[in-house]
């Protein structure tokens, strides 16, 4: 019973999350839409290439690590302990903050001042922005590991409705601002969310709602660093599995940032290609980032809870090992299934979304081959997300280790891999060395999860395998959606174009007749553990 309320808390974090991140991409959406035609594309470059990588690092190399530990612990640990350990997060923000705000001042290209204004301003905000951001970190983990999945949810969505609303009325009153505008809507993003989970945990501790979810803390003070007696200050254990994270965190953040890195450090690209490849990554990696991800944070969580990290299957409760097995199985279908969707449209729509979001600028030139190159990245992080999901939760703290290496090793091949293909293929090249780098990654986790399970009889790699007539249903819309675009988009006129939205319309409806016939344990998976489940929460 403990799995099946593991796999339903799983699933209702992703079913909130994914409606968060719908609203995210969605409001982003359009105030990138908006702001297009207020502001230039090289500011765009700036600050959503150059400042968003000094924000994400920042906060990424802070916190990711302790993350990564401290989501695995179950609701009856020492969490005086913890939050100590957690709260190392804010002073190690600062010293990144400081460090990389001076890199980004001093060795990397000044953008033209007369272009693009305040740059050293937009430096400082956003860096601050990130260590703000890290003052809430203890409440975010208390709250994911004791279930509040709204609170995420409320958090965030106050905090982005926030920060668009500041930018479309400051791209259109003072446009002139320039940087000045994205940093202040940085920073009240950054402080609405620090204030909402601040307030509901002065609401929420001492209640009779805590008590009844048991709430390890009595107090306020509890969610303050303390001195500890006749223990120590922090959790050994726990210290020693988070140092073994932030080592692969550097290698992570270098895969996951890496072509962002190198258009910062090597100007592979100037501000304007940036803004555009940007605008366009952005585009692409929508499904991505609303459903991918939410997919692949909740499902850690339920890994990590129901399956003991570092024991191999014959010493792990069988029930927990084939529950983890099937759910395994089942996400890795649906995201499959959904990456090969976005790839086989993607190819045909590219074009005419470039144009209706962002006119000629985005859908002539490389507009459109970058995003036909992202759809085909889509499927491979799909996949990668949810086999990586699983590794980093079994792994022993020595398996962790020796990852460690590897990570390095892909590191600098992407690194090298980015560099070379950029100057070969232009932006492109960036996606294929995603490619790559992404494929080595699943062909690793794809390895481990093998070896996990030899000893076991369930085969959750089976959910890459895909039924014959759905392959063929794929193949047959890809071809329709291949010719409609060559001759009715995208300078054939409006009522060709309505046919070809109307063609691709219609095969995705039977792409998804198709999965519902052919695919039955998802359909169930999908109707049971995303779309209905217990009210009862917060």
Same mark, same amino acid.
């Given at each position: 019973m403990r799995s099946q309320e593991m796999l339903r808390s799983a699933a209702r974090q992703t079913s909130y999350t994914a409606g968060l991140q719908v609203l995210f991409r969605v409001l982003t959406f359009v105030l990138n839409a908006y702001t297009l035609r207020y502001v230039s594309k090289e500011t765009i470059g700036v600050v959503n290439v150059r400042l968003m990588l000094l924000y994400s690092t920042v906060v990424f190399l802070a916190r990711e690590a302790f993350r990564k530990a401290c989501l695995n612990v179950g609701v009856d640990q020492k969490w005086a302990q913890i939050i100590n350990l957690l709260w190392l997060t804010v002073?190690? %923000?600062i010293l990144w903050a400081l460090l990389l705000g001076w890199i980004w001042l001093q060795l990397v290209t000044i953008p033209d001042? /007369?272009?693009i204004p305040h740059y050293e301003v937009g430096v400082v905000a956003f860096g601050v922005s990130a260590v703000v951001e890290l003052l809430s970190e203890p409440l975010w983990v208390l709250a994911q590991v004791h279930m509040l999945v709204r609170l995420k949810m409320i958090a965030e969505s106050l905090a982005v409705a926030a920060? &668009?609303?500041? #930018? /479309? !009325? &400051? !791209? #259109? /009153? !003072?446009?002139?601002w320039g940087l000045y505008v994205f940093s202040l809507a940085q920073l009240l993003y950054s402080s609405c969310l620090l204030a909402c989970y601040v307030l509901y945990f002065v609401k929420f501790i001492g209640s009779q709602e805590a008590q009844r979810k048991s709430f390890p803390l009595s107090t306020v003070s509890d969610l303050l660093p303390k001195c500890l007696h006749h223990q120590p200050v922090i959790d050994p254990r =726990? $210290? #020693?599995? #988070?140092?073994?994270?932030?080592k692969q965190s550097f290698f992570k953040q270098i895969l996951t940032e890496g072509e962002r890195y190198v258009m910062t450090f090597l100007n592979a690209l100037n501000f304007g290609d940036q803004g555009v490849y940007d605008i366009v990554n952005n585009l692409g990696s929508l499904v991505a980032r609303f459903l991918f991800l939410p997919i692949e944070e909740s499902f850690y969580i339920f890994f990590a809870k129901v399956l003991e990290r570092g024991?191999? /299957? %014959?010493?792990q409760k069988q029930e927990d090992v084939s529950m983890a097995a099937t759910v395994l199985e089942m996400l890795l279908k649906l995201v499959l299934l959904i990456g090969l969707t976005i790839t086989v449209f993607g190819y045909s729509y590219s074009q005419l979304a470039l144009d209706i979001y962002g006119g000629s600028m985005l859908s002539s030139g490389l507009g459109p081959s970058l995003l036909r190159s992202y759809c085909a990245y889509v499927l491979l992080l799909a996949v990668n997300g949810v086999t990586e999901c699983f590794t980093f939760a079994a792994m022993s703290k020595e398996e962790v280790d020796r990852y460690n290496f590897m990570m390095l090793a892909l590191s600098l091949t992407f690194l090298g891999l980015s560099y070379c293909l950029t100057w070969w293929q232009g932006a492109v090249g960036f996606i294929l $060395?995603? &490619? =790559?780098n992404m494929g080595l990654r699943i062909a690793h986790s794809l390895q481990y999860i093998s070896r996990y399970f030899r000893l076991s009889e369930s085969r959750p790699l089976a959910g890459l395998q895909l039924p014959g007539p759905l392959l063929l249903v794929y193949l047959g819309s890809g071809t329709v959606t291949a010719l409609s675009q060559a001759t009715l988009c995208c300078e054939k006129g409006l009522m060709p174009q309505l046919v070809h939205v109307l063609l691709g319309t219609v095969c995705l409806i039977i792409v998804f007749i198709t999965v519902f016939f052919t695919e039955p344990k998802l359909v169930q998976f999908i109707r049971t553990q995303f779309l209905f489940w217990d009210k009862k929460e917060m």
């Amino acid at each position: 019973m403990r799995s099946q309320e593991m796999l339903r808390s799983a699933a209702r974090q992703t079913s909130y999350t994914a409606g968060l991140q719908v609203l995210f991409r969605v409001l982003t959406f359009v105030l990138n839409a908006y702001t297009l035609r207020y502001v230039s594309k090289e500011t765009i470059g700036v600050v959503n290439v150059r400042l968003m990588l000094l924000y994400s690092t920042v906060v990424f190399l802070a916190r990711e690590a302790f993350r990564k530990a401290c989501l695995n612990v179950g609701v009856d640990q020492k969490w005086a302990q913890i939050i100590n350990l957690l709260w190392l997060t804010v002073p190690l %923000g600062i010293l990144w903050a400081l460090l990389l705000g001076w890199i980004w001042l001093q060795l990397v290209t000044i953008p033209d001042p /007369v272009l693009i204004p305040h740059y050293e301003v937009g430096v400082v905000a956003f860096g601050v922005s990130a260590v703000v951001e890290l003052l809430s970190e203890p409440l975010w983990v208390l709250a994911q590991v004791h279930m509040l999945v709204r609170l995420k949810m409320i958090a965030e969505s106050l905090a982005v409705a926030a920060k &668009c609303i500041l #930018t /479309v !009325v &400051c !791209v #259109t /009153v !003072v446009p002139h601002w320039g940087l000045y505008v994205f940093s202040l809507a940085q920073l009240l993003y950054s402080s609405c969310l620090l204030a909402c989970y601040v307030l509901y945990f002065v609401k929420f501790i001492g209640s009779q709602e805590a008590q009844r979810k048991s709430f390890p803390l009595s107090t306020v003070s509890d969610l303050l660093p303390k001195c500890l007696h006749h223990q120590p200050v922090i959790d050994p254990r =726990l $210290a #020693t599995l #988070t140092w073994s994270f932030y080592k692969q965190s550097f290698f992570k953040q270098i895969l996951t940032e890496g072509e962002r890195y190198v258009m910062t450090f090597l100007n592979a690209l100037n501000f304007g290609d940036q803004g555009v490849y940007d605008i366009v990554n952005n585009l692409g990696s929508l499904v991505a980032r609303f459903l991918f991800l939410p997919i692949e944070e909740s499902f850690y969580i339920f890994f990590a809870k129901v399956l003991e990290r570092g024991k191999d /299957v %014959g010493h792990q409760k069988q029930e927990d090992v084939s529950m983890a097995a099937t759910v395994l199985e089942m996400l890795l279908k649906l995201v499959l299934l959904i990456g090969l969707t976005i790839t086989v449209f993607g190819y045909s729509y590219s074009q005419l979304a470039l144009d209706i979001y962002g006119g000629s600028m985005l859908s002539s030139g490389l507009g459109p081959s970058l995003l036909r190159s992202y759809c085909a990245y889509v499927l491979l992080l799909a996949v990668n997300g949810v086999t990586e999901c699983f590794t980093f939760a079994a792994m022993s703290k020595e398996e962790v280790d020796r990852y460690n290496f590897m990570m390095l090793a892909l590191s600098l091949t992407f690194l090298g891999l980015s560099y070379c293909l950029t100057w070969w293929q232009g932006a492109v090249g960036f996606i294929l $060395a995603n &490619c =790559l780098n992404m494929g080595l990654r699943i062909a690793h986790s794809l390895q481990y999860i093998s070896r996990y399970f030899r000893l076991s009889e369930s085969r959750p790699l089976a959910g890459l395998q895909l039924p014959g007539p759905l392959l063929l249903v794929y193949l047959g819309s890809g071809t329709v959606t291949a010719l409609s675009q060559a001759t009715l988009c995208c300078e054939k006129g409006l009522m060709p174009q309505l046919v070809h939205v109307l063609l691709g319309t219609v095969c995705l409806i039977i792409v998804f007749i198709t999965v519902f016939f052919t695919e039955p344990k998802l359909v169930q998976f999908i109707r049971t553990q995303f779309l209905f489940w217990d009210k009862k929460e917060m």
